[in-house]
């Protein structure tokens, strides 16, 4: 390998690195709200309402949605790393002033805003990965990355313990600081990467070549894999937001034990399941075209038996190991949906395939986020709603495994590589 190549790898996996605390505070600042609820209702009367309260959360969710596909298209055409470090600097200035809120409007128009400043990143940062990384390192690399959200979501139920031991407006603030901070991080270290550069990928061992890419987008292959994305998405918004809830509800604990039990175990399990994911897909990709959408439909064919144990689990031991199949199958499922998009979509749409993924995932967790609490009030069980949501990602499973990619990197040329 030569000197290029070696600085070329480092400066991949460095991107990699600075990207994962970027990650990490993109899901803690907005996850803590659902594991501080307790203590955030007692002082904002309004959110004691399970209605109202899952509204505060899906304006969110909307408002991520609709600017996910704005965020990836100026991705594709602008600097990706200001727009990381802009991304960064207004969601934690954002979240800061959130600790400092008295009232519901005031703290409903800054999750509005923080899902405007949140939904220029992940789009941009995964393009980037995706760019550092041509290969039989993508899953892996994203799969890093991607554990940096679950390690927030982990963080996130620790917001429960801060919040009912110390104070709700000190987690909020101490993040926004730190985020703050992060972004004069980026801005000396973080490097764009151009996405023309092309890397020779290794040819199939199964017996032929892949085939060339044509045009800039595989609709049919991309229509499909926005099916796969969006319906799992409405379980998993219901486990982010109402888990530590339906914990509270079922097994009658408090605030910062259940913020605690469902976060770390879900976020523990995703964080194995991404690299997990991440590990076996690449693996199999050097074997198999299809080799990463069969890694994502095994992990969404695990997540079908957990939300039913979740919802309807007798007691908490069970319902916490239902809660850890989940996120093992789910991160295996998230590690690879980049991956899996740069196989129908070219690298200069990337960003915005990933915006428009987004937008249908969230926009479909943010329709079942305040129907659950709706149900909620009028006497429907939280239970009830989690097994019924495995219907969907049985469907997303059995799509994911009709997918058929015919190339391991739309849009670029394959070859034999020689040998080091």
Known sequence: MNIDTNNMTRTAWATVALLWPVALLNYLDRQMLATMGLSIKADIVELQSAECYG?????????????????????????????????????SLVTLLMGHVHGFQQLYWLRAIMGVSEAFYIPAGLALIADYHRG??????????????????????????????????AAFSACGIAGVAYAFVLM?????????????????????????????????????????????????????????????DRFLLDQKTSGLWATMIYAGAAFCGVLIGGRLSDLWSKRRVRGRTWASGIGLLL??????GMGLAPSLPLALAATALYGLGFGMFDANNMPILCQVTSARFRATGYG?????????????????????????????????????????????????????????????????
């Open 188 to 248: 000396l270290f973080l490097r764009e990467k151009a996405h023309d550069a092309a890397a020779p990928v290794t040819a199939p061992a199964d017996g032929a070549a892949d085939k060339p890419a044509g045009g800039s987008v595989q609709w049919l292959g991309f229509l499909i894999l926005l099916l796969c994305f969006s319906l799992p998405s409405m379980p998993g918004w219901a486990v982010k937001n109402w888990l530590p809830t339906l914990l509270q």
């Open 303 to 308: 997540t079908v038996p957990a939300l039913i």
């Open 55 to 91: 509204q505060l959360m899906a304006v969110f969710m909307w408002v991520y949605a609709v600017c996910s596909p704005l965020g990836g298209l100026i991705a594709d055409r602008l600097n990706r790393k200001w727009l990381i470090v802009a991304s960064l600097g207004i969601w």
């Open 356 to 420: 428009v993924l987004n937008f249908a995932g969230i926009g479909a967790g943010a329709f079942l986020t305040p129907l659950l609490g709706r149900l909620k009030d009028h006497g429907v069980p939280l239970a009830t709603g989690f097994a019924v949501c495995a219907a969907p990602a049985l469907l997303a499973a059995i799509l994911m495994f009709w997918l058929r990619p015919t190339t391991r990197d739309h849009g670029t040329p394959e070859s034999t590589p020689k040998e080091n």
């Open 136 to 169: 039989p390192t993508r899953s892996l690399a994203v799969g890093i990355h991607m554990s940096g959200i679950y390690m927030g979501q982990a963080l996130g139920g620790v917001g429960g313990w801060v919040a009912q031991d110390i104070s709700w407006r």
